[in-house]
């Protein structure tokens, strides 16, 4: 069997002394399960996200280590702004906060943090602070860490939609020339690969209108265990399964093992 062939990595984990044949160069998570590990231990629902932050810093350290390039996060959807009104306050004022105590971390681990959403629909001062974190990180980064955000992914393919659409008023496109590439150059993901793994933690099984185009291709993941309990453990068992795994493209097996 082949292995899966995203990225030429062959990376050694100096903590634990694994090595991985081959490593995911995109890592995508849906990052479930906070209420329910709130609900689990007796906490309210803001403990309950505030331990999800604890899991995110561990998740974006191992990346570093593994070489994993970029890892997409999916912390508030679309649909997320429906939820309880305190509850959204309570996330708006936790992203605030990590916005505002976590650049100089994500500087001194050479991370370029990328927000990807609807931000409009954010206060003034968290645009601000987005803006602000996007730029100082911007320079010198091994990984870059993307946070979807008051996102979804039929948002994300209108408004690349919408974008095209202006071209061909305008004359600058023909519409019979549109390809898959303008749409995917279009996405808020334009410049970066596509996801090679996707995880989603606490047993659910959807996408939950996540990078619906980006995933194509992407090799499927699930874990039972809610996201504040996802370890570094359960992010190498991913990356374990994922290094198994034969990517197909849509060709036969025997294609893949003879490498046309
Ligand atoms: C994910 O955890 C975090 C967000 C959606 C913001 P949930 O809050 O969805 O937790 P469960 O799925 O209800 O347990
Ligand atoms: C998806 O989780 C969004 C995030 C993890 C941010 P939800 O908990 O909102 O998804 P559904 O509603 O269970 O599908
Ligand atoms: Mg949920």
Not at 67 to 84: D, I, M, Y
Not at 210 to 230: H, N
Request: with cysteine; proline share 3%.
């Amino acid at each position: 069997m082949t292995e899966a062939s995203a990225g030429e990595t062959v990376s050694i984990d100096t903590v634990s002394g694994t090595s991985l044949p081959v490593v995911p160069r995109h890592v995508a998570i849906i990052m479930d399960g906070n209420n329910r590990w709130a609900k689990k231990h007796g906490k309210g629902r803001l403990a309950g996200h505030r331990a999800g932050v604890d899991a995110v810093r561990k998740v974006i350290e191992a990346c570093g280590d593994y070489g994993v390039e970029v890892l997409t996060l999916f912390a508030f959807s679309s649909e997320n702004w429906n939820r309880p009104q305190d509850e959204v306050r309570g996330l708006m004022d936790l992203f605030l906060h990590a916005l505002k105590r976590e650049v100089k971390r994500l500087q001194r681990h050479k991370i370029r943090l990328k927000v990807i959403g609807d931000i409009s629909q954010f206060s003034p001062v968290i645009q601000k602070y987005i803006h602000q974190a996007e730029e100082q990180t911007a320079h010198d980064y091994k990984v870059t860490l993307v946070i979807a955000a008051s996102y979804g992914g039929q948002w994300d393919i209108t408004e690349a939609t919408r974008k095209l659409a202006h071209q061909v008023q305008d004359g600058s496109l023909n519409a019979a020339d549109i390809t898959p590439e303008h749409i995917q150059n279009n996405l808020t993901t334009g410049d970066l690969p596509p996801p090679d793994l996707l995880i989603r933690t606490s047993g659910e099984h959807r996408i939950s209108n996540f990078l619906l185009w980006q995933c194509a291709y992407s090799e499927f993941y699930f874990a039972d265990v809610l996201w504040p309990d996802f370890s570094r453990e359960e992010f190498l068992k991913a990356l374990r399964e994922f290094a198994g795994r034969q990517r197909r493209f849509g060709l036969t097996s025997e294609q893949c093992e003879a490498g046309t």
